[in-house]
């Protein structure tokens, strides 16, 4: 393993401690589908993308969209070790007097490139973003990561179809691939599978990754950006609930508070401090 | 028999304008560049011109991306694609953030759906967007409006929807300029009565009041072009005159300008106001003119509503 993995591997698990602690604190979120992105979103912030937190409006960074929104957790915490504010804040998640709102918000929440919570949207919005990247003659990346539930949204389709059109390049799109939605297996509720034939028919580049793989991570989002005139879709298999072992398999933890026992044992198990 | 004006070909006209002082302007569509007669637009501006298909959803998705990154995308297809098909993108993704997006539906009513039918007769968009907040909200009376009023929504700072027409729009024989949230006085013959009228059908309006005139009832007749903001202070003083009232919209009658006024009217100078607009059903094809008589929008429907109106006055 690579010093860079490690030290990946490494900001991942603080990013898992905190997204436990505030929701186990907040009493409130949706522990699962944070914790199966949270290693797309640790490298995507602490590696991958071009920004900078002293100066989350800068006209030339890398975008980001959460499409699954409600992964907020991860994504709130990974912005606060990155230094957009601070990490005190955490436990105010989804409370009337934060800012921390219960899905991402644009104007609230510093760091945050896009709203969102309602499923299907992030990939039309991040086309949006690329195409004025591109009139604007700027340089940046859009990155996007959305469930793979959150694919039986029609819009997705109408925004594939045209971001193959359009030969946006600079469209990065992970689809969190943990195989389990709200209301049980996505086989199951909604006959999606397979999904990488349905992206590469829609002519987008791409790929399938350990989505809990930091070597795989990087390799992938190096060979989506060489690809020019095509968009680029990251098929990542993940596990819900991903690093706190009481969570895998048990798709209650959707959404889902840790009582005090369940919270000190994620510690334990993540190497956290129990506060 | 009206003079007819386009005011698609308004809007595209201004928004060649528009772009050519803005370089952030482009114009979004959903395999609607006939709608908008944009071709010489998208020939002539090939880089400002956006078209994802058929796909509105994704247009106005597309369009908060771009304003989150600094474009001022105007997205421009039939009013009901805009405000029902894609209606949770424009609340949650533009008017929730308030990005700097411009929605322009064409159709606006049922006269200007005419023989399509119910599919494209938009009777709805008004009061789905008024419901929404953070968005401004317009129904220019022409033409010369549409031109007015659309390089004066591309000033606001946010979100906003303008409803156009068929291209067979009636023409509204004024001069009176578009000014954003104020009241547009066409006729004042007296205060007996407001007729408080936006869109095609002012020109039944003012019909009306010339009617009324002859019978010794004297109108003011006010083009009410913005919903949102409603110009509060011009109604209360247009209301404090006739003390009556009546509204004159091609929209469903629950909540169009008939529910603006009303809402508006029944918390601040509480006076009789009667709705003219389509009774809550769904249309049938036809011409635009017999169309908006068979649905209870006739000169003499309104003429009869002001009296109704002024009868049951205090």
């Known amino acids: 393993m690579s010093e860079i993995e ?24 949706h522990p699962g589908p944070a ?66 709102q219960g899905h991402p918000d644009m104007n609230k929440i510093p760091g945050i490139d896009s709203t969102s919570g309602s499923l299907g949207n992030g990939v039309g919005i991040g086309l949006g973003m690329t ?13 996007v990561i959305t469930g793979d539930g959150e694919i039986e949204e029609g819009i997705v389709w109408e925004s594939a179809m045209s971001a193959k059109k359009y030969k946006a390049g600079k469209l990065i799109v992970f689809v969190d691939n943990n ?27 791409c790929q399938e990754i350990d989505g809990h793989n930091f070597a795989g991570i990087l390799k992938a989002v190096e060979n989506a ?51 | 028999m009206n003079q007819l004006g386009n005011t698609r070909i308004a809007f595209i006209e201004s928004m060649a304008e528009i772009v050519e002082k803005d370089p952030k302007a482009v ?7 006939l709608v908008v007669k944009g071709k010489p637009f998208a020939e002539k501006y090939p880089e400002k011109f956006f078209d994802v298909g058929i796909a509105e959803q994704n247009a106005v998705a597309c369009a908060a991306g771009m304003a989150a990154c600094g474009l001022v995308p105007f997205v421009a297809t039939y009013a009901g ?16 953030p308030g990005l700097n997006v411009k929605l322009v539906g064409a159709n606006g009513g049922i006269s200007a759906g005419e023989r399509e039918g119910v599919t494209h007769q938009f009777f709805e968009d008004i009061g789905i967007m008024r419901t929404i907040p953070g968005i401004t909200v317009v129904v220019p009376a022409d033409h010369n409006q549409v031109h007015q009023a659309t390089k004066a929504i591309h000033k606001v700072e946010g979100p906003v929807y303008m409803r156009i027409g068929s291209g067979r729009d009636p023409v509204v024989d004024s001069d009176i300029p578009f000014e954003l949230g104020k009241v547009r006085i066409l006729k004042e013959d007296g205060g007996d009565i407001a007729i408080l009228a936006n869109g095609f059908v002012i020109n039944r309006a003012l019909e009306a009041a010339d009617n009324l005139k002859t019978e010794g009832i004297n109108a003011v007749v006010a083009d009410v072009h913005t919903l949102k903001p409603l110009d509060e202070k011009g109604i209360i003083e247009i209301l404090k005159k006739t003390g009556a009232a009546v509204t004159v919209e091609d929209h469903n009658i629950i909540g169009g300008l008939g529910s603006a006024i009303t809402e508006f009217s029944a918390e601040k100078m509480p006076c009789p106001v009667v709705r003219i607009g389509l009774r809550d059903v769904y249309p049938r094809s036809g011409l635009p003119e017999p169309l908006l008589d068979y649905y209870k929008m006739s000169v003499t429907d309104i003429v009869e509503a002001a009296k109704r109106a002024i009868k049951t006055k205090k």
Not at chain 1, 6 to 22: F, N, P, S, Y
Not at chain 1, 131 to 143: Q, V
Not at chain 1, 195 to 205: D, M, Q, S, T, Y
Not at chain 1, 230 to 250: E, N, R
């Open chain 2, 27 to 33: 114009l979004v569509c959903a395999d609607s560049v």
């Open chain 1, 179 to 205: 195989g389990i939605q709200s209301g049980g297996p996505v086989e199951k509720v909604s006959g999606l599978n397979p999904i990488l034939p349905k992206w590469e028919a829609f002519g987008w580049h």
């Open chain 1, 131 to 143: 195409l004025a990247g591109r009139y604007l003659g700027r340089d940046y990346f859009t990155y």
């Open chain 1, 35 to 100: 914790l199966s992105a949270t290693d797309l979103i640790t490298a995507l912030y602490f590696h991958i993308m071009n920004i900078d937190p002293k100066n989350p409006g800068w006209e030339d960074r890398d975008r980001f969209i959460l499409s699954k929104g409600h992964a907020c957790p991860a994504l709130y915490a990974a912005l606060a070790r990155k230094g957009y504010f601070p990490r005190s804040e955490l436990v105010g998640l989804r409370s009337l007097e934060s800012f921390l």
């Open chain 1, 225 to 275: 950006k060489e690809n020019t005139d095509q968009p680029s879709l990251i098929l990542a298999h993940t596990i819900k609930g991903q690093g706190v072992p009481f969570m895998i398999g048990d798709n209650s933890w959707h959404k889902r508070v840790p009582t005090k026992e369940q919270y000190e044992e994620a510690m334990r198990v993540l190497g956290g401090e129990i506060s």
């Open chain 1, 6 to 29: 490690r030290q990946l591997e490494d900001i991942a698990r603080l990013v898992r401690i905190d997204v436990v602690t505030m929701i186990h604190k907040a009493g409130d979120g």
């Open chain 2, 81 to 96: 694609f805009i405000t029902m098909r894609a209606c949770e993108q424009v609340r949650t993704f533009v008017a929730y």
